[in-house]
């Protein structure tokens, strides 16, 4: 009865996540400007380094117009997507597995709601089983779920 217990526990606890479907999600109850600050930093300390911003709320505002009541219904103050990069990880997983460079720059979607930052991070290991490149994309990854966890997301 008790490895039941625990089973289910890890099951649900692994489901919130990771979902099954590639993509990891965490959240911090910190506000947008706060958690990307601190994610920045920690990024930077795992040799990540972010190369651009995508302002997807904004552009979502800009065409509230048009959009009309499929506006936002799920009332998010923030959603942006921060792309990263380290070059030497780059190079290495375009010299084993070209296909593997559709993973590149790599991204985390950041949705803020409720004073409370979610991550979304597409995991290259869901994609990369059978890649040359799996184990370089591996190590990034481990880098990131690092950064995150050390941002405070959980």
Request: hydrophobic share 45%; proline share 3%.
């Amino acid at each position: 009865m008790f490895k039941k217990l625990i089973l289910v526990l890890a099951l649900m606890f692994s489901t919130t996540l990771f979902a099954g479907n590639g993509i990891y999600k965490v959240s911090v109850k910190e506000d947008f400007r706060s958690a990307l600050h601190t994610l920045k930093k920690t990024l930077e300390d795992q040799n990540l380094f972010i190369i651009s911003k995508a302002d997807i709320s904004g552009t979502l505002a800009r065409m509230k117009g048009k959009l009309g009541k499929d506006y936002n219904k799920r009332g998010y103050t923030k959603a942006q997507s921060i792309i990263f990069c380290n070059p030497f990880y780059a190079n290495d997983v375009l010299n084993l597995d070209p296909t593997m460079m559709a993973l590149c720059p790599l991204k985390i979607m950041l949705l803020e709601k409720n004073a409370k930052t979610t991550a979304l991070f597409v995991l290259p290991s869901y994609f990369s089983k059978r890649s040359p490149a799996k184990k370089v994309l591996k190590e990034v990854e481990n880098k990131v779920l690092k950064a995150l966890k050390k941002a405070g997301f959980r």
